[in-house]
């Protein structure tokens, strides 16, 4: 018996740009990316840079620097590359100088110092701000590569979902992706133990 959808042939309705996340095939490996949900925060033709959203530590970010001022939010793992540098995507804008805009009131990075400042005086809610262990890199077309293997599913994503999904944020995109990604949330992460 033939089948109507093939639910693992992705339609590239959307191309890769920065503000848009990729969404992990089910079945995608590696402890990084298997059902991942990454925000590109650059996309150009030299290459791509990303945050993983849904994969949290379960430690507070005051265990990772030093004389960080008390602030109740959590860090994510951002992907597998420079996992020694923290980084971070906020809606605090122009408060915080050298910030680069990626949408609407998204911005990334900017001087750490002015963050740990306004943080310190209270001046920052932890739904203004997300931290991130390492990124996720692409280089020259190979983004666009994976994509065109099936890797990934392309999709926008709001800003208030950035700033505050953690739990089940891969469950929740392919639900809103719709048709036959919906059904991806059924397969078994790993489908040799059924």
Do not use: C
Request: glycine share 10%; aromatic share 12%.
């Amino acid at each position: 018996m033939k089948l109507k959808y093939d639910f693992f042939n992705i339609e590239h309705n959307i191309k890769p740009k920065q503000g848009r996340i990729i969404i992990a095939e089910p079945f995608l490996p590696g402890n990084y990316f298997n059902r991942s949900i990454v925000l590109l925060v650059e996309h150009s033709k030299e290459g791509s840079v990303g945050f993983i959203l849904n994969k949290p530590v379960e430690y507070p970010i005051k265990e990772f620097i030093n004389e960080f001022p008390d602030f109740e939010t959590g860090i994510s793992i951002g992907g597998p590359v420079s996992t020694n540098l923290v980084h971070f995507i906020h809606t605090l804008g122009t408060k915080i100088p050298g910030s680069i805009q990626i949408k609407d009131n998204l911005y990334w990075g900017g001087d750490f110092d002015q963050l740990k400042k306004l943080i310190a005086t209270g001046l920052v809610e932890p739904n203004q701000v997300r931290f991130f262990l390492g990124y996720s890199g692409w280089g020259e077309h190979q983004l666009e590569d994976e994509i065109e293997e099936n890797s990934w599913l392309v999709s926008e994503i709001d800003v208030e979902k950035v700033m505050s999904s953690y739990e089940n944020l891969w469950e929740e995109m392919v639900e809103k992706a719709g048709g036959k990604y919906k059904l991806w949330s059924n397969f078994p992460e790993d489908p040799g133990l059924n």
